[in-house]
């Protein structure tokens, strides 16, 4: 069949740009300026060889192409990942039932067979060969810009892959992943596991994640100088031979890969070029800017793709400053606070009162500001007795609390006889819960403010109570009535004649993925009440006087992974596959506020101590600060490279330490949304984060059966090794595996088989963990 275009002669263009995309115009004008003439003319020619060839291929084509083409885009449905055309009869059956015109459909029947298996057996090596050189020449580059280069290799290896796919060729897609996915699966395991599953042009075009990565530009940061040798490498393959390479990147092979390679590099990537030199900025901010950002960053109402934000450092700075302070103290509330502790001091003759009600007024750091009256969450107007009692315990908790200094530890031999005091001081003590013969699994656990109690979320949709002091927990009975409670001793007469140190709780119909008590009492008491989350789209307030389910929070369409309340109480806010999270009141069924925006499940979240912001995290492998009140994003922190599990924002308010699956815990300064530094030594994924009450260690625990302690003011990097002995002084075995533990790592605690689910911290510095032992598989 012949196209109109064929029939008119071809006219000479008077413009040689014509044909000229603007990124390849961009790459021509910078080479004239640098006066490589010689790569302009080569650089012009090819594209001119390019447009020219699919001119002729837009001109006619081949009965037989037609059916190879249509050949490979169907599946057959009862074997995923084949195709189901085998010859011209099954084309034309898939053409009659979407209704083809009659005339394509005679001309495809009286073609002979061609069937999907003899496109398969093609292999395009050009995308195979550039990809190759491509590594080559990243890894044979300059140390100082071997960082900054890395971060180009795995979209392009996306693109090819895909590439692959939708043009049939599956057998040498999947040759093209197992040479090269490798060495990217450290950092993008997830990701490359998803594309490993599209083996058909049918898959890549209902798959989200491949739209996004084909219809959406791929932000690379680069310095002035690393672009120039990029370039140069493009249009000359220039630059990174490995010794003994003989014709190096210029042979004839050599030029189709870059030529592949330079096809994505103008379709699918965009080049954030900065002035700044690659040897004053650290490996890791290479991460911040990289990847599909324009969908990731929150775009004003209105914007067209000219005014598109790409970089999340303009977009946190367009928000302004965040008040990171303190949260105010009722007047009357502080008064009565210390008239209490005055009252006690004279009971207990302590003269140190003074010092006491000094905590009663809790300043911020240098730098913050702290919120008024009027930007909290409505509250109460009146205070309670609890309210009351759980201030007085917090400003004991704060006079009594163990101080803890990871920094005390640097330059300390740990085989001097001074050193497990100075490890005292440094670390805290851990206390360890540990399940066992919980054969469905347990996803969650928590511990009260007081110690007193530990809530357990089951695989098999109840809750269970412990008593961590022995003591009997007795609810209600179900047959009095409210007219017979009078004082104290009615209301315990009322209550269960038996009991025991565990209770079960029962309501959920799916797995409970979350669990939380209540902030009102504090240390002073223990919870009221206890919320917890469910595959079942429910969040669930139990009492836990009568041991019974309150109200069923009914809104999320899908799982909620995530509960967490307001450090006032009264709010909480839940995370859903849904892709939001959501504000709640205990006094309405229906949710106040929806933070929407993640591309995502909101796997986590977290409130800051002040109750202004809420921080969430990802499956979009970014988190973001919301503003409680008027639900819109004011921070988004990118960084990581996978699915964000865990989050917890330090008591001073000031940092956000976020864990991924990409086995990384960073630490942000909320103020201004930049990374302060990234964390590794974690071998499986992080499954919980905790601060210590003065912000200065953060401990995780995670599914490789370990709790570790970091610390959060340290410069962290590499740890320098010399000699095989590490900076703690631990010497390294030959044949041990080499981790990759960064200098801040001061701590590491392992289990014998419990993968830690939840790690928190007492007002007095207590750690307490939870997780369930995993028994070895018997055979």
């Known amino acids: 069949?012949?196209?109109?275009?064929?029939?008119?002669?071809?006219?000479?263009?008077?413009?040689?740009?014509?044909n000229v995309s603007p990124q390849e115009r961009a790459v021509l004008d910078y080479l004239r300026t640098r006066g490589y003439s010689a790569a302009e003319k080569a650089l012009l020619a090819s594209i001119e060889a390019a447009s020219s060839e699919e001119k002729e291929k837009a001109e006619t084509i081949a009965a037989e192409e037609l059916v190879k083409t249509l050949a490979v885009f169907t599946q057959d449905p009862s074997r995923s990942g084949t195709n189901a055309l085998k010859d011209s009869s099954n084309v034309l059956q898939e053409l009659n039932s979407l209704g083809t015109p009659a005339n394509l459909q005679n001309l495809i029947a009286s073609i002979g067979n061609v069937g999907a298996e003899e496109i398969l057996?093609?292999?395009?090596?050009?995308?195979?060969?550039?990809?190759?050189?491509?590594?080559?020449?990243?890894?044979?580059?300059?140390?100082?810009?071997?960082?900054?280069?890395?971060?180009?290799?795995?979209?392009?290896?996306?693109?090819?892959?895909?590439?692959?796919?939708?043009?049939?060729?599956?057998?040498?897609?999947?040759?093209?992943f197992r040479e090269f996915s490798p060495s990217l699966a450290p950092a993008h395991s997830n990701t490359l596991h998803h594309l490993s599953t599209l083996l058909l042009p049918a898959h890549v075009q209902s798959d989200e994640t491949a739209q996004h990565l084909l219809n959406e530009k791929y932000m690379i940061r680069m310095s002035r100088s690393g672009f120039?040798?990029?370039?140069?490498?493009l249009t000359e393959g220039v630059g990174g031979e490995a010794l003994g390479s003989g014709l190096g990147f210029s042979g004839e092979k050599g030029k189709r890969g870059r030529a592949a390679v330079m096809r994505v590099v103008n379709n699918h990537l965009r080049f954030d070029v900065t002035t700044t030199k690659s040897?004053?900025?650290?490996?890791?901010?290479?991460?911040?800017?990289?990847?599909?950002?324009s969908s990731l960053i929150p775009q004003p109402n209105g914007s067209s793709s000219a005014t598109k934000l790409f970089d999340p450092r303009a977009f946190n700075m367009s928000k302004g400053d965040l008040k990171l302070g303190p949260a105010p103290i009722n007047e009357e509330l502080r008064t009565e606070t210390e008239r209490v502790l005055r009252e006690q001091a004279m009971v207990e003759r302590d003269q140190s009162v003074q010092y006491d009600i000094a905590l009663t007024k809790p300043q911020p750091l240098p730098g913050q500001t702290a919120p008024a009256e009027s930007d909290l969450l409505p509250r109460p107007p009146h205070f309670k007795t609890v309210d009351?009692?759980?201030?007085?315990?917090?400003?004991?908790?704060?006079?009594?609390?163990i101080r803890l200094d990871p920094s005390v530890l640097n330059n300390v031999d740990p085989n001097s006889p001074q050193a497990s005091a100075v490890r005292a001081r440094a670390?805290?003590?851990?206390?360890?819960?540990?399940?066992?013969?919980?054969?469905?699994?347990a996803p969650c656990c928590t511990f009260s403010k007081d110690t007193s109690l530990m809530a357990v979320g089951f695989a098999e949709s109840y809750i269970r109570l412990w008593s961590l002091k022995g003591e009997k927990l007795r609810g209600m009975r179900s047959d009095?009535?409210?007219s017979q409670i009078r004082d104290p001793p009615s209301l315990r007469r009322v209550k269960e004649k038996k009991g025991s140190t565990t209770r079960k709780l029962i309501g959920h119909s799916g797995p409970v993925y979350s669990v939380a008590f209540d902030p009102v009492s504090g240390s002073a008491a223990p919870p009221k009440h206890l919320l917890s989350a469910s595959a079942d789209g429910t969040a669930r307030l139990w009492s836990l006087d009568t041991m019974t389910n309150v109200v069923a929070f009914r809104g999320h369409e899908n799982p909620i992974w995530d509960v967490k309340w307001s450090p006032m109480g009264i709010y909480f806010a839940t995370a859903s596959r849904d892709r939001t999270a959501r504000l709640w009141s205990t006094d309405r069924i229906n949710c106040l506020r929806i933070y929407a925006g993640h591309l995502g499940d909101v796997d986590c979240l977290q409130f800051h101590p002040n109750s202004l912001y809420l921080a969430t995290g990802s499956s979009d492998w970014t988190a973001r600060l919301w503003d409680v009140q008027r639900g819109s994003c004011v921070r988004v922190f990118i960084g990581h490279q996978g699915g964000i599990s865990s989050m917890a924002i330090s008591p001073d308010g000031r940092y956000l330490a976020s864990a991924g699956e990409d086995l990384t815990i960073n630490l942000w300064d909320i103020g201004s949304g930049k990374r302060i530094k990234k964390m590794t030594g974690h071998s499986a994924s992080v499954y919980s984060l905790a601060f210590s009450q003065e912000s200065s260690l953060l401990v995780s625990g995670g599914a490789d059966w370990t709790v570790r302690c970091w610390d959060v003011k340290g410069a962290g990097g590499p740890k320098a090794r010399e000699n095989g002995a590490t900076d703690s002084g631990i010497v390294q075995k030959y044949g041990e595996e080499n981790n990759n533990e960064t200098a801040d790592l001061v701590a590491t605690f392992p289990t014998k088989r419990t993968p830690i689910i939840n790690v928190q911290f007492t007002p007095r510095n207590l750690c307490l963990v939870g997780g369930v032992y995993q028994a070895p598989e018997t055979r």
């Open 1 to 18: 069949m012949t196209s109109p275009a064929a029939s008119s002669p071809p006219t000479q263009d008077p413009d040689p740009f014509h």
């Open 121 to 176: 057996s093609l292999d395009p090596t050009d995308k195979q060969e550039g990809f190759r050189e491509l590594e080559t020449w990243v890894e044979g580059s300059l140390d100082m810009y071997r960082p900054e280069f890395r971060p180009i290799l795995f979209p392009i290896f996306c693109h090819f892959y895909l590439d692959l796919i939708q043009r049939g060729f599956k057998d040498a897609a999947l040759r093209f």
């Open 228 to 233: 120039s040798l990029l370039v140069g490498w």
């Open 279 to 293: 040897s004053a900025i650290s490996p890791s901010t290479w991460e911040e800017t990289t990847g599909l950002l």
């Open 388 to 401: 009351v009692d759980r201030e007085v315990s917090a400003v004991r908790d704060a006079r009594r609390q």
């Open 427 to 441: 670390l805290p003590s851990i206390c360890a819960y540990t399940l066992h013969d919980v054969v469905e699994g």
């Open 480 to 482: 009095f009535s409210a």
